[in-house]
């Protein structure tokens, strides 16, 4: 029994103290700005710099995941939809109604991360729809890649800011 105790006063099991969510967060905004619509965005500054297989290479992994988003949200988009939103409204009543930190934790990971989605699905449908390649595709996935660092950056920010509180509000008012 002392030994449980030890190991959660070492271990906080609270989601802003604990490093994993921290390490989780980067992680996950890390590689979502890595991994444009699905293709690693050092597949476009390969193209761009060797051209030749390596754009065609770049057009086809960018023809088939644009292909795989759209039919994605032809055939479930509003269900995910509807299912995202009812997920998301779960996490704000849990996490800023009744205080259940995890929920909170959850909701500033998730929110951030549709935006991302939605932007995903508007993106590929521009590709699509404008068949865009060569410098006109890079120019769109360098776009596409700018717009979800600076969610990344506003959701990581926030994200600091409202576990900052939480966990000086705790400290101060012991609970």
């Given at each position: 029994m002392d030994w449980y105790r030890i190991v959660l006063e070492t271990i906080d099991m609270r989601s802003f103290s604990n490093l994993w969510f921290w390490i989780a967060l980067a992680v996950t905004w890390s590689s979502t700005s890595h991994w444009v619509l699905g293709v690693p965005f050092d597949m476009v500054a390969r193209a761009r710099r060797l051209g030749g297989q390596a754009h065609e290479d770049l057009e086809d992994m960018t023809r088939i995941n644009v292909?795989?988003?759209?039919f994605i949200a032809h055939e479930a988009g509003l269900w995910l939809v509807?299912?995202?939103c009812a997920v998301m409204t779960?996490?704000?009543?849990?996490?800023?109604?009744?205080?259940?930190?995890l929920a909170q934790a959850l909701f500033l990971l998730g929110f951030p991360m549709m935006m991302v989605g939605v932007m995903s699905v508007f993106t590929?449908?521009?590709?699509?729809?404008?068949?865009?390649?060569?410098p006109d595709l890079w120019k769109k996935l360098t776009r596409h890649r700018l717009y979800t660092q600076m969610i990344g950056m506003l959701a990581i920010f926030v994200t600091a800011l409202w576990g900052m509180y939480q966990n000086m509000s705790i400290a101060v008012l012991g609970g």
């Open positions: 292909n795989r988003i759209l509807g299912i995202g779960g996490l704000v009543l849990l996490g800023f109604l009744y205080r259940v930190e590929a449908s521009s590709i699509q729809r404008n068949a865009l390649s060569g």
